[in-house]
């Protein structure tokens, strides 16, 4: 019935192009940087976690296996170094290798984990138990340097290959050799994948530039090429196994699978592009690049939405996820100097622990004891509800109802009234100069310039914008007089800062003699509005010859 | 332009002023003769078989003359043929509803004795509500205004309303003009035949129980003008009505406005600018024959302020011989500056004899910044209730002085009414709708909610009793802005105020809500801020000066009703515009280049009708300043508006996704967000640019209108200076301008529709002109060209029926604004025939015309906040009808024991017992109201198809049996 008291609405104002977007902060949100350099300065050369590279194909043994997995494998040099996901710590090293690793993956029961060597070797490593991972398996059939090794999402015992002998394998677990050899590149076959939803068929990029789809069912050659101007250094399947990316050179091709042509060529990155990465559950692409920068793409028109730089070229990356959601925690990014970023974003009850930590670290360098006191009654009263909560729970078995001490509704949350700030219960309650003094201080930690001219909109409309501003003596009423300087040329703030002038001009004009100060800020106001019109009048000309041109070309 | 035209005035006009009407219908032509004739003689040669007039059409249409229209004869003979066809054409094709709504008056409601129903008095009506369920029982209409006593400056208004106090079930009703009514609500009995007494003015009235000859027998005490600084109080019982004659009590040598009585009529008081008369019955010992042995002594005693509102609470006392005297009386006043006074136990401080008493000390309670505009005891006597314009209602505890608040309520509250047991509140708020709150929770247990457009009132507010530094408005200077949502044609969207005051404080008024209003109950449904509001917050500057809201001028809803265009408008009041002068500009022109018009489109919720904001465009139409926003229609066929400014650019406006750095954004339920943007621009060709030799300054001020043609494939828009506007017609689909037709206007543009090939433009003339054959079909020229009367002219198409109607006022002549007592005319055409279809004259000023949705009739709302319909025959108007007319209305029996109670004292216990058993069966049907079902909602069952593709006979049966089968009650 009687309505509820609102604080007074913030101005919307247009949109202008805005300085950071709700995307670039959440990959912003990826911080907490942990590096690790890798042995001997190592270059990195991949990344992997298994459940990476599936989508929503996989079985749902192989679901419940990844969901288990706190280990990711990142390859460097003649090693593969375990980590843990949740700790972001080296768990162990694997360095039984004769030559350069490659592409070391874990089975997505966290189990196993197969590399390739530069010998053409392929090991299979126990990586669940002890400390020392043991060799299950080798072969050594390929004959040039394994590049990939993959395990397929859907089945825990296949795994794929590929080497710069021109070919990619087949692997059943148990058997010594491959079920099914595919040839037909030209080159060096230096990435692949399973497609996701679509266990039967494998894809390939090589050095001789092209994209080969390869079906396991279907005997012969490939089903489907595509060729590119540069070698493909990476292919990732998107989650839906129609669309395909693959790195060629310094650009990402998006290929349709289905309707088997190019949709579209990236050329964001000014050199080559060596890795690529789903995240935000495949809504989102990440890709690496030799140019150092890592680029966020949003998959639907391929627009870059978030980047950062790296200090060396990036040879690995991968988005890793964790949790029932498969939300991103990770960002692991490797490099050529060897050097091993991890970025991390946290989420949900950990970030507003963190941020808790955050401010009372704050305050205690602050030496602000009165506030981390308040924390910290807080805490200790939060904690004593959740205990006799818990004692009364245990009592219960004889009463019907509990009624918790604190007065949280039916939702758990505290139902409470929105508390006005300050400013806002000055506002509502007349004392419009003492709400404007605290909205403009510039130096406030709460100072939003978008408050201040909501404020003086409100005034205006509420024809107390003289009353606020009367009345002030030389100390309260210069910080008016800056505000106004610094935003009136600001078009969205423009016509407001005018009229504050004007009325500034015409109460306190009079005393501009006897105060420098009040003289020093109005000539600075006056200076800055005669560059501004100087601007407009430029502007003005420059329009004008513009359009004299125009209407010359329209007649010629 | 007006004198140009009378002396051509021929015979006809002389022969209607003979009729007593003012003027003729008048055509003018335009084309060639020979057009003109030929359509004339098709129309005449339709067939004239139907019936003469019905009843359903008010005397003044009967006429068949309007006073809107103005016809240039040229002395032409086909066209003298063709008004006479007129007077003798048949009307009985459209007829006009009853109105219903109204205002609620600032008089106090009136509980019924068991508190099942709530009487609240309109402007034109008396309407009883059932306090369970908030549902309209009854509606008395009385006819207050006549229509043939327009030339009084003051219209007859109800000033009093009072239950009978000897027998319930009747209510007396006065009118200032000296009506009196004696109703039996229960019925709704006695409207015709009211006691006419004869009064200068009557000003109020109480209904006092008295005892006569040992009945009780009502006496109403009549505060009437006796001259023009003197007024009587008057006695009258029902023989005294009858005879015209009443008893008088008391003359005052000033005018006091206010009248209570207590106790049976032992005591009177009458409250006049800062004096209190206080009368008390002198008891002789003797039995009360007649009227004309009341005899009261009267004291006189000076109040500190303006009394606006009193009441009075006596405790009576048993005499030793078994009657009743008053023992002590409690006294409060309320005053126009925002004190209250107490006066406790008051006859004991006034003087033994003396008529003029010293002033008197009362107890003062001030809270209040502003009137009090109602202060009534609670039951007990231990509180007060009070409120006023801070929309606060304050209960005061009297022993300890502690105020509690019930704040925030809608709007200011004009009266408020303790129930007769005490247990609820009654209030009747400004924006005229009434509430009953519980005394224990004060939570409102029934809610009438009215239309809440401005109206023209009788009486001045109470704030205006003090000199304010602001004037309110007292004329309807724009129209109310109205439309519906095509997909719900029940509901009528209207842009209003915070109530009659908080709205009518600046230069127009302000209209920041929306309130939906559903047309099939009758209830406001909900109201939506549309522009900025502050109902929380206080509404006047430091200054005192009121904070001026908003004002809606526009408003359309696309074709799907999914989406609502708004335009509103606000300037600074110029008293802050002092300062910002700079070299030689007034402060009018520094309020015009901060005008804020915002052009803001809503998505509307499928679920409840809720409005969400989704863009609003700051400078829709821009040149040097903010350009006024002259129309904005929807398309037809799909999601586009279009947008005429004074800047003389038409712009579209199309929803997009949104998109935030190349991403489709999406809400917190993952549906996708559109935004409105300007899709198209089409520049207008300006006047200068056809004819040279017309130099039309660019301060000129532009009027036009917009309007789509039914397919949605050509905009017309008429835009230009009064001089002569032009009409441009806009391909939609690529905003190339197809055609240019000038002088189809003139004067300043009213509105344009389309409707199939003809294109109607109002503006000083009303012209509809066919597109394909590119010829006016008929003309006619508007007589009344008065400024207020521009701005109040409608125009409305419906295309069901293919058929327009065009409203107009119809000032007082002795009035240069639309005030109190103008009347309006509504005339239906149809778009082939320049003959008008109906001519009705409304008794009250019109402000919206909308087509009905659905239907091929039209509805208006007039100043008095009531809507009429009107409906082509055969067609049931979608609107509320009360409990009572559709029979609905409980059983007799149920009134029957208080009846009995009250009247037949002696009644046995036996015969009390019988009663009480009837309403224990009665009981049962209590809930009835559920299965109320409106005639429309069968006729849409059976009138879903035609007879051969009619769903099966057996879901036929369910679903007029789902209409009629009560649902379990959940009150």
Known sequence: MAAEVQPLATLKLPTVVSPITAEQRYWKSFKNQKSHTSTAAWPISHISFPGSSNGSAASHSLVAAAKANDLFAVTSGPRVDIFSIRKRELLKTIGRFDSEAHSGEIRADGRVLVAGESSGKMQVFDVGTGTRAVILKTWHVHKQPVWVTKWSPAELTTLMSASDDKTVRL???????????????????????????????????????????????????????????????????????????????????????????????????????????????????????????????????????????????????????????????????????????????????????????????????????????????????????????????????????????DATNSSGG????????????????????ACLDSVLDLSSPEYQPVTALSVLVALRHRSALREALEGRDEVTVLPLLKWVIKYISDPRYATVCVDVAFQLFDIYSEYVGGSTELADQFAVMTGKVSREVEKAQMA???????ESLMIGGAEA | MVELRTPRKTSKASKMDANGETASLKKRKREPKEETTASQKRQRSKPKTQPAANGTVDDAADSQESTLFEQTTNGDLELTDASNGLTTRDTSAWKVSNPMGGRMLDIDPIFSLDERYLLITYNTSIQVYSTEDSLLVRRITLPVTKLDSGAELSSPHIVASALSASAPDFLWVACSDGRIWHLNWTTGEGAETPFTIDVKKVLDMTVESVDIRDKQEDVLFVLQKFTKSSAQIVAYDLKALQKKTGKLIHTYDENPQLLRSAAGGRLIVAAAKETLHIGTLKSKGKTVKGVDDLEYAFHSFGVPDLVTCLDIRPTLQTTKKGGVEIQFVDLVIGCARGAIYVYGDLLSKLPGNATKAGPIQPRKLHWHRRAVHSVKWSEDGNYLISGGAETVLVLWQLDTGKREFLPHLSATIENIVVSPKGSSYALHLDDNSAMVLSTAEMKPTTYVSGIQSLVLSDKPSKESLVRRVWRSV???????????????????????????????????????????????????????????????????????????????????????????????????????????????????????ERREIYLKFWEVEAEDNSLQLVSRINEAHFTTESETILDVVSDPISSRFASLGTDGVVRFWSPKLRRKDGLATTGPEGHQLRTWSCSRAVELPAYGQLEEAVEVSPKTPRSGALAFSEDGSVLFAAYGPSSGAVVAVIDTATGAIRDTIPNLSRGEIRGIEALSSSLIILSEDLTVYDIVSDEVQYSFALKETSEAAKQMTHLAVNSESRSFAVAAPIPNSSQEKLKKGAKSELVVFSVDEEVPQLIQTFPQVITAVLPSTNSAGFV?????????????????????????DLNMEESKALVAPVDLAIEDGEASDEEMHDADADVEMEDDDYDVHQAVVAPQKLAEIFNAAPAFAMAPIEDIFYQVAGLFSTRPSTI
């Open chain 1, 171 to 405: 692997w059943d677990l148990p058997s010594n050799a491959p079920s099914r050899m595919f040839s037909g590149h030209q080159d060096y076959v230096r990435s692949g994948a399973f497609m996701p939803d679509r266990n039967n068929l494998l894809v390939s990029g090589s050095y001789d530039s092209t994209v080969r789809v390869w079906d396991a069912r279907a005997p012969g050659g490939s089903v489907l090429t595509f060729k590119h101007a540069d070698p493909i250094e990476e292919v990732l399947p998107l989650p839906g196994g129609t669309t395909l990316l693959a790195a060629t050179g310094s650009a990402i091709s998006v290929l349709d699978l289905v309707a088997a042509k190019p949709l579209r060529l990236i050329t964001n990155h000014q050199k080559t592009v060596t890795s690529l990465s789903l995240a935000s559950n495949g809504r989102r692409v990440v890709s690496g690049s030799l140019d150092g920068h890592v680029k966020v793409f949003e998959t639907t028109n391929w627009n870059v939405v978030s980047g950062s730089k790296y200090p060396s070229p990036i040879l690995s990356l991968s988005v890793i996820t964790a949790g029932a959601g498969h939300e991103d925690r990770h960002l692991a990014v490797g490099m050529q100097s060897g050097v091993l970023s991890l970025r991390t974003r946290l989420s949900g009850a950990t970030a507003e622990k963190a941020r808790a930590r955050a401010t009372e670290d704050a305050l205690m360098v602050e030496g602000a004891s009165s506030k981390l006191a308040k924390i910290d009654s807080a805490k200790a009263k939060r904690k004593r509800n959740a205990v006799s909560n818990k004692s009364m729970a245990l009592l219960g078995e004889n009463v019907d109802v509990i009624i918790p001490t």
């Open chain 1, 540 to 546: 003005i000309i420059t329009n004008g010859m513009v």
């Open chain 1, 414 to 433: 505290r139902k409470r009234r929105v508390k006005l700030k300050p400013w806002q219960r000055d506002f509502r309650e007349g004392r419009y100069a």
């Open chain 2, 860 to 884: 208006a709302v007039d100043s008095a906040a009531q809507i009429w319909s009107i409906t082509e025959s055969g067609e049931q108007a979608r609107m509320l009808q009360p409990l009572a």
């Open chain 2, 474 to 592: 007292d004329e309807i200077s724009t129209p109310l802005i109205t439309t519906s949502n095509p997909t719900n044609p029940s509901q009528l969207f209207l842009c209003v105020g915070n109530g009659q005051q908080a709205s009518s404080t600046g230069n127009a008024p302000s209209t920041p809500l929306l309130q939906v209003f559903d047309v099939s109950s009758f209830q406001g449904v909900g109201k939506h801020p549309i522009a900025r509001t502050n109902p929380t917050d206080a509404n006047m500057t430091s200054q005192g000066a009121p904070i001026i809201e908003p004002r809606v001028t526009k408003m359309a809803f696309s074709h799907d009703g999914k989406w609502l265009a708004s335009v509103d408008e606000w300037q600074p009041p110029e008293r802050d515009l002092e300062p910002l002068l700079t070299g030689s500009k007034t402060t009018c022109e520094v309020s015009r």
